[in-house]
């Protein structure tokens, strides 16, 4: 049992560039979540997806969108990187109404 | 929307003596509450909860108290080890019942001196 798994673990993009950030979970939660942290921040939201094949804005989504694949997956796609991107982003998952479970971040740096 | 803070950035505190770690939070409809304990590199991990219908939660070594009336949950850590060392975040989730993200303060960081 693996809980959340995020890959790749760090990246490094150049202005304008686009990548693709994946979560997977096998707990066989519905809701997934994707979170940004800044340094000497908390965690802030971006997107989130209550069930298979909804999804919807957190506290900052511009510049990104998702994707829920199936129930494991969401992923979280950046079109054109600005260094205004460069973050620790946390995927998680959870039963609604319950603790979330976190992935080990994938460390972010747009140049 | 809420948000959740912490009063202090940094706590320093002697191994085996008692931690206490305070969070306020603004939206009287928050129901919901978690910290966290987040290690250097690491995602945050799932300590205690608490609902807006409990005022104390006692997990292992850590207690979590709420007064709604002030809007104030604090995290107790009994005899603190050098392993709790570590940013503690608290969130807060709004009622409602939806799958809406949780709110997180910025954090404190918890220092252990021998």
């Known amino acids: 049992n693996a809980g959340v798994t995020q890959t790749p673990k760090f990246q490094v993009l150049k202005t304008g560039q686009s990548m693709t950030l994946q979560c997977a979970q096998d707990m066989n939660h519905n809701s997934m979540y994707w979170y940004r942290q800044d340094p000497g921040m908390g965690l802030r939201l971006i997107y989130y997806s209550a069930s298979e094949g909804t999804t919807d804005k957190g506290e900052v989504p511009n510049g990104y969108n998702v994707s829920r694949l199936n129930k494991r997956e969401f992923s979280l796609r950046l079109e054109s990187a600005a260094p205004s991107q460069t973050s620790v982003y946390f995927c998680?998952?959870?039963?609604?109404?319950?603790?979330?479970?976190f992935g080990p971040g994938t460390r972010l740096t747009v140049t | 929307g809420e948000s959740v803070g912490l009063h202090l950035p940094t706590l320093s505190v002697q191994e085996g003596d008692n931690s206490i770690i305070n969070c306020a939070y603004s939206?009287?409809?928050?129901?919901?509450f978690i910290w966290y304990k987040q290690e250097s590199g690491k995602g945050p991990q799932f300590i205690i909860d608490?609902?807006?219908?409990?005022d104390k939660r006692q997990g292992q070594r850590v207690t979590v108290l709420l007064n709604k009336t002030v809007k104030h949950l604090s995290l107790q850590i009994a005899a603190t080890q050098p392993g709790d060392s570590a940013v503690y975040f608290c969130?807060?989730?709004?009622?409602?019942?939806?799958?809406?993200?949780?709110?997180f303060g910025k954090g404190t960081h918890l220092i252990i001196q021998p």
């Open positions: 939206n009287s409809a928050s129901d919901y």
């Open positions: 969130a807060g989730q709004d009622s409602g019942g939806g799958a809406d993200g949780l709110t």
């Open positions: 998680a998952s959870s039963v609604v109404g319950y603790e979330q479970y």
């Open positions: 608490i609902r807006s219908n409990m």
